[in-house]
C-alpha cells in the first residue's frame, strides 16, 4: 500500500505541519506541494512530532510532474459529481490531491487526475482536518494497522498510562 500527498500552494504552516503529522500517523510515504506561500511561513513550525524526518516534504512547480508512477491521482475536493467519500473504493498506490485553504483545484490539475472525492459535511473543513479524514479512511479501509491494546501502547503519548476497564 503506497500513499502520498500533493497538496496546492498551502498558505498556513499549521496545516502544513497538521498533514505532515497525519501523513505520519496513518502511513503516507511522502508529501509533495507547490506555490511559495508555504515557504514564507514555514519558520512558524508546528510539525510538533518531527515527522518530516521520516517523511520528505518537498517542494515542487508541478504536481503532474511529482506523480509516483502508476499511481492513481485522486483529487479530495467539493466538487459536483464527485464520489462521497463513504463510497469511495481506496486505490492501493494512491496520490491525494488536496486543494488550496482559500480556493479550489484549477481545472487543468483535474484534468490528469483520475477520481474525484469529496468528503460529505455540513460546510467545508480545512486542508488538515480533510486530510486526517482522507487518511483516516483509508486505512480503516484497506487495513494496515491492528486495532488492539499494542497499537495503542505504540501510538500514544509518552505522558499518556491509562488504562480502562468496563465495571458491570
Same mark, same amino acid.
Given at each position: 500500500m503506497t500513499a502520498k500527498i500533493g497538496l496546492i500552494n498551502p498558505k498556513s504552516p499549521t496545516n502544513v505541519g497538521a498533514v505532515l503529522r497525519a501523513a505520519g500517523c496513518y502511513g503516507a510515504e511522502q508529501v509533495?506541494?507547490?506555490g511559495t506561500r508555504y515557504l514564507n511561513a514555514q519558520k512558524f513550525h508546528t510539525d510538533t512530532k518531527n515527522v518530516v524526518?521520516?517523511?520528505?516534504?518537498?517542494?515542487?512547480?508541478?504536481?503532474?510532474m511529482a506523480k509516483p508512477d502508476g499511481a492513481t491521482v485522486v483529487v479530495i475536493e467539493l466538487i459536483e459529481g464527485a464520489t462521497p467519500l463513504p463510497e469511495f473504493v481506496h486505490p492501493e498506490n494512491a496520490f491525494y490531491i488536496f486543494g488550496p485553504e482559500d480556493g479550489s483545484i484549477s481545472k487543468d490539475v483535474l484534468k490528469w487526475?483520475?477520481?474525484?472525492?469529496?468528503?460529505?459535511t455540513i460546510g467545508?473543513? $480545512?486542508?488538515?482536518?480533510?486530510? $486526517?479524514?482522507?487518511?483516516?479512511?483509508?486505512?480503516?479501509?484497506?487495513?494496515?494497522?491492528?486495532?488492539s491494546d499494542?497499537?495503542?501502547?505504540?501510538?500514544?503519548?509518552?505522558? $499518556?498510562?491509562m488504562k480502562w476497564q468496563k465495571v458491570p
Open positions: 509533495f506541494f507547490t524526518e521520516r517523511i520528505p516534504l518537498t517542494s515542487v512547480t508541478d504536481l503532474a487526475c483520475d477520481e474525484v472525492v469529496y468528503i460529505p467545508c473543513m $480545512n486542508l488538515a482536518a480533510t486530510c $486526517n479524514v482522507v487518511l483516516y479512511d483509508r486505512l480503516a479501509k484497506l487495513g494496515g494497522v491492528e486495532s499494542t497499537t495503542i501502547i505504540q501510538s500514544r503519548d509518552t505522558n $499518556n498510562k
